[in-house]
């Protein structure tokens, strides 16, 4: 465990986030998290200081989780930056592109493998993600190669305002329910919008 935050401290950050976009003071997309932060604390029980964290546009929680300071955070997706936040210094990085951070993350592992380092990657994904080629191709590599990495799906039920399931036809994804020491699957239901804080914001 890197931080001591609680469930209150992720939530009451949103707000502070979501507070703020709606008063029309950050000039950028957010992309904020709700009812998951139980799952989070829970996942970065196993994420070490010394580990790689990559994710998607929705990466307030895992910068937090992975020690980012919160007004160095809160000043970085003021500027705009909610979206593709990344920070070096702490091992933890997002793409706003789908998927696109599932191969770098791979590509990472395969590296610290090859080193014979003690590291390890996390990769957070949401459910549409998992069920896209480059996902499911990226996970099919790491378990044959046995790489040092493990896949977070977040099951929100929809891709932006897209039923996931419906979209393939499905009442059960890939991953769902699947027993796989690389693969956590968690559900949730996020009370924010995809994009926003619920308010219509002039700019």
């Given at each position: 465990?890197?931080?001591?935050?609680?469930?209150?401290?992720?939530?009451?950050?949103?707000?502070?986030?979501?507070?703020?976009?709606?008063?029309?003071?950050i000039?950028?997309?957010?992309?904020?998290?709700?009812?998951?932060?139980?799952?989070?604390?829970?996942?970065?029980?196993?994420?070490?200081?010394?580990?790689?964290v990559?994710?998607?546009?929705?990466?307030?929680?895992?910068?937090?989780?992975k020690?980012?300071?919160?007004?160095?955070?809160?000043?970085?997706?003021?500027?705009?930056?909610?979206?593709?936040?990344s920070?070096?210094?702490?091992?933890?990085?997002?793409?706003?592109i789908?998927?696109?951070?599932?191969?770098?993350?791979?590509?990472?592992?395969?590296?610290i493998?090859?080193?014979?380092?003690?590291?390890?990657?996390?990769?957070?994904?949401?459910?549409?993600?998992?069920?896209t080629?480059?996902?499911?191709?990226?996970?099919?590599?790491?378990?044959?190669?046995?790489?040092?990495?493990?896949?977070?799906?977040?099951?929100?039920?929809?891709?932006?305002?897209?039923?996931t399931?419906?979209?393939?036809?499905?009442?059960?994804?890939?991953?769902?329910?699947?027993?796989?020491?690389?693969?956590?699957?968690?559900?949730y239901?996020?009370?924010?919008?995809?994009?926003?804080?619920?308010?219509?914001?002039?700019?």
């Amino acid at each position: 465990m890197i931080t001591n935050l609680t469930k209150n401290d992720l939530i009451n950050f949103e707000k502070r986030i979501a507070d703020t976009f709606n008063e029309a003071r950050i000039k950028a997309p957010v992309h904020l998290y709700s009812n998951n932060e139980e799952q989070m604390v829970e996942v970065f029980k196993d994420i070490n200081r010394h580990d790689w964290v990559f994710c998607s546009w929705r990466s307030h929680y895992q910068c937090l989780l992975k020690g980012v300071p919160e007004n160095e955070l809160f000043n970085k997706i003021y500027k705009g930056s909610s979206i593709s936040l990344s920070f070096p210094e702490y091992k933890i990085f997002s793409s706003g592109i789908v998927g696109g951070s599932v191969p770098i993350a791979v590509g990472t592992a395969l590296s610290i493998k090859l080193k014979g380092k003690q590291e390890k990657v996390h990769c957070f994904m949401g459910d549409m993600t998992s069920e896209t080629g480059i996902a499911h191709e990226c996970i099919k590599y790491s378990k044959n190669y046995n790489l040092p990495i493990r896949f977070i799906i977040e099951d929100n039920e929809v891709s932006v305002c897209t039923d996931t399931r419906k979209t393939w036809g499905t009442d059960l994804l890939t991953y769902e329910n699947v027993n796989d020491p690389m693969i956590v699957y968690y559900k949730y239901k996020n009370t924010y919008p995809h994009a926003g804080a619920g308010t219509r914001v002039q700019f």
